[in-house]
T-cell receptor, first 109, second 115 residues
Framework: GENVEQHPSTLSVQEGDSAVIKCTYSDSASNYFPWYKQELGKGPQLIIDIRSNVGEKKDQRIAVTLNKTAKHFSLHITETQPEDSAVYFCAASGNDMRFGAGTRLTVKP | GAVVSQHPSWVICKSGTSVKIECRSLDFQATTMFWYRQFPKQSLMLMATSNEGSKATYEQGVEKDKFLINHASLTLSTLTVTSAHPEDSSFYIC???????????FGPGTRLTVT
C-alpha cells in the first residue's frame, strides 16, 4: 500500500518568511496529492491540491510542486502570517488516500 | 467543495456505554464517506469506508463489531462506538468522497472522551 512521509514535523518561521513542507510517497499509481490545514480542535481543511498531470499549482500565497519521477511533492507558503499557524497534512491518493504524519507550523509575529 | 457536519462536536460517556456520531453531507449526495480517528498530535488514521446502501469496508485492525457504521442515505453516515473504553477516547472525523476526482472534504470532528 501507499506510504507517505512528511518533513519536517515542526517548523517555526518569522512572519513574512516562506515555509516549505515536503512529502514523499511510495505508490507510483497515486495520482492525486492534496494538502490539508488543520487548526486545533477542528477538522482538516483542503487548501490546495495537485494531480499527476501537472507539475506546479499556485493559489495566492500557497503553491504546490510535484515531481512524479522522484515521487515527492512540496507545499510552499510565502509571506507567512500568524493565522497560517496550524498543522499541515499532505496526502497521496491512488486506490485510497494516505496521509503524512503532519507538520506543525508556527508563524511568529 | 462539499460541506460536511458532525454531531455531536464533543461527547463524554462512561466506560461500557455506546455512543453514536453522525456525519452529514449538507450540499452533496455522498455515495461514499470515510471515518477517521486521530489521536493527539498524530495523523489521521482511516478506520473504514462507508458505502451508501451496503456494508462498510473496515481497515485492518479495526473491529467492525465495535465500530458500527450505517450509511442509510446519501447524506448521512453514522458511527457507533459500542461498549466504549477509555482507550477509545479520540477525535473522530468523517469525510465525504466528492465524486470521481478523489477529493475528500472533512467534517469538523467529534471529540469522544470515555471515563
Amino acid at each position: 500500500g501507499e506510504n507517505v512521509e512528511q518533513h519536517p514535523s515542526t517548523l517555526s518561521v518569522q512572519e513574512g518568511d516562506s515555509a516549505v513542507i515536503k512529502c514523499t510517497y511510495s505508490d507510483s499509481a497515486s495520482n492525486y496529492f492534496p494538502w490539508y490545514k488543520q487548526e486545533l480542535g477542528k477538522g482538516p481543511q483542503l487548501i490546495i491540491d495537485i494531480r499527476s498531470n501537472v507539475g506546479e499549482k499556485k493559489d495566492q500565497r500557497i503553491a504546490v510542486t510535484l515531481n512524479k519521477t522522484a515521487k515527492h511533492f512540496s507545499l510552499h507558503i510565502t509571506e507567512t502570517q500568524p493565522e497560517d499557524s496550524a498543522v499541515y497534512f499532505c496526502a497521496a491518493s491512488g486506490n485510497d488516500m494516505r496521509f503524512g504524519a503532519g507538520t506543525r507550523l508556527t508563524v511568529k509575529p | 467543495g462539499a460541506v460536511v457536519s458532525q454531531h455531536p462536536s464533543w461527547v463524554i460517556c462512561k466506560s461500557g456505554t455506546s455512543v453514536k456520531i453522525e456525519c452529514r453531507s449538507l450540499d452533496f449526495q455522498a455515495t461514499t464517506m470515510f471515518w477517521y480517528r486521530q489521536f493527539p498530535k498524530q495523523s489521521l488514521m482511516l478506520m473504514a469506508t462507508s458505502n451508501e446502501g451496503s456494508k462498510a469496508t473496515y481497515e485492518q485492525g479495526v473491529e467492525k463489531d465495535k465500530f458500527l457504521i450505517n450509511h442509510a442515505s446519501l447524506t448521512l453516515s453514522t458511527l457507533t462506538v459500542t461498549s466504549a473504553h477509555p482507550e477509545d477516547s479520540s477525535f473522530y472525523i468523517c469525510s465525504v468522497d466528492w465524486g470521481a476526482l478523489s477529493e475528500q472534504y472533512f467534517g469538523p470532528g467529534t471529540r469522544l472522551t470515555v471515563t
